[in-house]
């Protein structure tokens, strides 16, 4: 089916434009201009409307078992509508279709727990999904390191991981600090060594940088560095930059890690330095992990940091789990505006938004649900475009919180161009999704329609037309027909001779073997929902 | 479930009772728990706590190694402490757990506990003196471990008792390490409650009724709705054994059930299905592992090997030339 819509402003960095102009799109994908006289099957005045590639969201927490724990943990959010932290599946994929965004990543599954999680993303109905493969605290792992095994083994081994658990990339989180928890160390730095293996979380970082860069994966190492939330923390994160910069690396949530001493409570915005440091390193990429004010659950794999936060629960109830690798913990959290330390959260997050000024390197996330839930994207975008609403804000903010940050004296408005590429166009490049992110010939037809008006966030939060695959999936804000999507995933290439060493480990310390944990998408009844996303040769 | 929705139905499962004797300590207080594999690999204190942790897990021994030294770290010694009522199976004292037998009834085990607890936090307590010195010797291990696990089974362990542990959890992890592991209740329990868990935001005892789920642990116990004659149709699923449904009442009932089942009134429609994992491919909680896994098989299907889930399929799809219901 042929269909154009015609008459909108189209906004499509990737292929330079930015203008008045129509977008054709047949079975599935968007296509030039046909000759003259083919007539579109379909056609969709969108005169005075915003046109943009469907949104992707590289960090959402969206499915896997740790998600799930929270949904298990906190049977009261379900009786609040407007409580998003962990909704159901199918409430997933409706809220995010609803915003125009057709792709999301859920950047934090272990390999031994992968099989729920795509089990989980395949209930989201609308949106792409992928998963990272979490590597880092494996026993089998840090024996290969201690080991001094060589950088080809260690690939071997990332690869064979990806490969079983249908990952799209490599998150590590905080290497080594799961590992050490188990043997009580209660901090972990950069360069703190895990007990038993003598390994500091440098090491396991650069090998599995190395290792991400060695497989040909398209998406740099993921990384969520120590230090999570720790006043003075952002030492941790300058030294992180300056240990993984000379190469391709994703830092995660920034924010978290924005933090100095200074101030009367002693714990203040360092944003601008890392801002500094972040713009100095080319090869470094982030995205920032935004507070937003109110109820949400943080989730993450990170066990220790969630081990130390849970007297900072509410409501008063947390899980720890000391999972196979990471493992996670779950620790519900209200956000207050008027409290100083979530003011200077949230300032300092939208510093880092403002003051990296490359839309490439800087991508849109909360770190859904720890620092909000994504529905809060359309006011958090609203107060990127808008410096009067950001002084709104401020207004309600504690006015201390405000002489920690530099937020209130940065005038900086995104404009409609650079939304557009940190939120389609640098995601698809930092994925390796060269059909997605633009609109040009060829892309896939993930399109999102949105209507400007004086509200920004009402107009982020119900795209007047959102397409998928080419497919009408939302009108006026509100679904259509239910479509289900895709899962990417990478295959690298490694060498086979890893899964026997890796079975024999199994057998040995768990008494299986390793290939259990594997993801069979037939079994999952989901064959023909898996793509492959090409690595570089 | 997605029938359930569709009928406006209610989710139960046989196993519910003990599932959700542990989820609702989870969701009221949190806990600290940890996953067969990691006690198997790294715990060299264990605490087998309460009875029935055999009957409910029959390879306990053999698949945490408990006769063994931690799996990842070989030089470390495991001590087990096995904190029983009544006998103690010989085996376990042979494999070379210390016994620790509180008194002959269940009842007496969450007391006792409590004095464990107490002990371990060093505050003063009064006890029987003929249990006070194990009881503190037990504690001076549990303080002593380097990674700690706790081991109980909520099918055999009252609310209160799987509270004080996963308390005592809490106050060793002020100094050392210590997890729970909870015993998975049988026929996919965890499974299902994790499914519900995705589609619903709820565990097990969901109704649908409302056109929205619901979670009511009471209202939504199949059992007491068929007694009672709220309910007027089961749908009764048994597939990993032959197991007779636990109501009393006879129900208009369709049975997807494994060979051999017996049943009180016979079912109306009987349907047999294949065991997942062993006459079908599928997905289900193993407890051993941790996680949900794919259970591939290679033998040829039969009829007689159909999974639930197609029959559901299949009577979903016929459900269409269902008028619908009045309102």
């Known amino acids: 089916m042929l269909t154009r819509l015609t008459g909108g402003r189209v906004v499509d960095p990737a292929n330079d434009r930015d203008g008045p102009g129509d977008v054709w799109f047949e079975d599935g994908v968007v296509i030039a201009p046909p000759q003259p006289d083919r007539q579109p099957d379909v056609a969709y005045d969108v005169t005075g409307a915003i046109v943009l590639a469907g949104g992707i969201d590289i960090h959402s927490h969206i499915a896997g078992t740790n998600v799930n724990t929270a949904r298990l943990l906190l049977p009261e959010l379900r009786s609040d509508p407007d409580a998003t932290a962990v909704p159901a599946s199918a409430e997933i994929g409706r809220l995010y279709i609803q915003m125009g965004f057709t792709t999301v990543v859920e950047p934090a599954i272990s390999p031994h727990v992968a099989v729920q999680a795509h089990l989980e993303l395949a209930s989201i109905p609308f949106i792409d999904t992928a998963i990272l493969t979490v590597l880092g605290n494996e026993d089998y792992l840090l024996e290969l390191l201690r080991g001094g095994e060589s950088k080809t083994a260690i690939a071997d081994y990332a690869g064979r991981m990806l490969v079983g658990s249908h990952g799209l990339g490599v998150k590590a989180i905080n290497p080594g600090g799961a590992a050490a928890f188990k043997e009580n160390v209660r901090t972990f730095g950069l360069d703190d060594v895990v007990p038993r293996y003598g390994l500091s979380s440098r090491a396991i970082m650069r090998a599995l940088q190395q290792a991400v860069i060695a497989l040909g994966v398209p998406h740099p190492l993921h990384i969520h560095c120590n230090n999570l939330g720790v006043p003075g923390n952002v030492e941790t994160a300058l030294a992180t930059i300056d240990a993984l910069g000379d190469l391709p690396v994703h830092l995660a949530h920034l924010q978290f890690y924005g933090y100095g001493k200074d101030g009367p409570l002693g714990f203040s915005s360092a944003a601008p330095l890392l801002a500094e440091a972040v713009k100095a390193h080319r090869q470094v990429t982030v995205d920032i992990g935004q507070v937003m004010f109110g109820q949400t659950v943080t989730i993450s794999s990170d066990v220790l940091r969630q081990f130390n936060a849970r007297g900072q629960a509410h409501p008063r109830k947390s899980v720890i789990m000391d999972g196979d690798g990471n493992g996670g913990g779950i620790v519900p959290y209200r956000y207050r505006r008027t409290n100083f330390f979530n003011a200077v959260q949230w300032a300092a997050g939208l510093e880092l938004f403002l003051l990296i000024d490359d839309p490439w390197r800087v991508f849109f996330t909360t770190d859904h649900p720890n620092g909000a839930p994504f529905t809060t994207y359309p006011d958090l975008l609203a107060l990127l475009l808008s410096r009067d609403l950001r002084a709104q804000w401020i207004g309600t903010v504690p006015a201390e919180a405000m002489t920690v940050t530099t937020l209130p004296s940065i005038a900086r408005e995104y404009s409609w161009p650079e939304i557009a590429i940190m939120t389609r166009a640098a995601p698809a490049q930092l994925l390796g999704l060269a059909d997605r992110g633009h609109l040009g010939p060829g892309a896939r037809a993930d399109i999102a329609v949105y209507r400007p008006g004086a509200d920004l966030a009402a107009m982020f939060r119900h795209a007047v037309l959102v397409f998928k695959d080419g497919r009408l999936a939302v009108r006026d804000g509100a679904p259509v027909e239910t479509l289900f999507g895709r899962t990417l995933s990478v295959r690298p290439g490694f060498d086979a001779a890893i899964d026997a060493r890796l079975s024999g480990w199994h057998e040995r310390v768990f008494g299986t073997s390793a290939g259990v944990f594997d993801v069979v998408p037939e079994v999952l009844g989901a064959a023909g929902r898996f793509e492959t996303v090409p690595c570089r040769q | ?327």
């Open chain 2, 1 to 327: 479930m997605e029938l359930a929705r569709r009928v406006g139905g209610v989710i139960d499962h046989m196993h519910a009772d003990a599932a959700l004797r542990d989820l609702d300590l989870m969701r009221r207080a949190g806990w600290v728990v940890t996953t067969p594999a990691q006690a198997r690999a790294r715990a060299d204190v264990l605490l087998l706590a309460g009875p029935g942790l055999d009957a409910a897990w029959p390879r306990l021994w053999d698949e945490l190694q408990l006769d063994r030294a931690p799996s990842v770290f070989p030089e470390t010694a495991r001590r087990v402490v096995r904190l029983c009522v009544g006998r103690v199976a010989a085996s376990s004292a042979d494999a070379g757990a210390s016994v620790l037998t509180i008194g002959e009834d269940a009842a007496e085990l969450q007391p006792a506990l409590g004095v464990l607890r107490a002990l371990v936090a060093g505050r003063p307590v009064r006890s029987d003196a003929a249990l006070l010195q194990p009881l503190r010797e037990c504690a001076s291990l549990l303080s002593s471990a380097r990674f700690g696990v706790i081991v109980w089974s909520a099918e055999w362990l009252d609310a209160l008792s799987i509270e004080m542990l996963c308390g005592l959890i809490d106050d060793l992890n002020a100094k050392t390490r210590f997890a729970g592991l909870p015993v998975a209740p049988g026929g996919n329990a965890m499974g299902v409650a994790q499914v519900g868990g995705w589609m619903t935001g709820f565990p097990l005892r969901i109704g649908f009724a409302r056109n929205r789920p619901e979670h009511d642990p009471w209202r939504f116990d199949a059992a007491r709705m068929i007694d009672s004659g709220e309910a007027d149709l089961a749908v009764w699923i048994s597939a990993f054994a032959p197991q007779t449904p636990p109501w009393r009442r006879a129900v208009p009932t369709v049975a997807l059930v494994a060979s051999g089942t017996k049943f009180r009134s016979p079912p109306e429609v009987e349907i047999g299905v294949g065991r997942p994992g062993v006459d079908h491919a599928s997905v289900t909680f193993d407890f051993a592992l941790g996680a949900l896994v794919c259970k591939q098989v290679t033998t040829e299907q039969s009829p007689a090997s159909r999974s639930v889930a197609e029959i559901l399929h299949r009577i979903g799809g016929a459900l269409h030339d269902v008028p619908p219901r009045p309102c």
